[in-house]
Nanobody, 118 residues
Framework: VQLQESGPGLVKPSHTLTLTCTVSGGSITTDYDYWSWIRQPPGEELEWIGYISYSGRTFYMPSLERRASISRDTTNNQFSLQLTSVTPIDTAVYYC???????????WGQGTQVTVSS
């Protein structure tokens, strides 16, 4: 399974960040697979944002659920993250990842740097 993030590297404050993860070598509808967005701000630990399940169910970290939305395009085997009202605090490397069942992520994208700045 391979994952590849894509999206803008620079976003202005108060705007909406949209990232897409393209999956190959596996289907995002495979039973019991969960597709996550995770980020790592500079100098900080990894922070899980949320996931979309094989059935399309979503779940978010409580601190981000008002601003985050994860959706999917099963035709193109992609899933996306929208994060509204971004601030410089949202500057981070953003990763997409797969988990199988209840386990930790076992496949990761290479990550994409997103900087929030005017």
């Amino acid at each position: 399974v391979q994952l590849q993030e894509s999206g803008p590297g620079l976003v202005k404050p108060s705007h909406t960040l949209t990232l897409t993860c393209t999956v190959s070598g596996g289907s995002i509808t495979t039973d019991y697979d969960y597709w996550s967005w995770i980020r790592q701000p500079p100098g900080e630990e990894l922070e899980w944002i949320g996931y979309i399940s094989y059935s399309g169910r979503t779940f978010y970290m409580p601190s981000l659920e008002r601003r985050a939305s994860i959706s999917r395009d099963t035709t193109n085997n992609q899933f996306s993250l929208q994060l509204t009202s971004v601030t410089p605090i949202d500057t981070a490397v953003y990763y997409c990842a797969r988990s199988s069942g209840a386990g930790p992520p076992d496949y990761w994208g290479q990550g994409t740097q997103v900087t929030v700045s005017s």
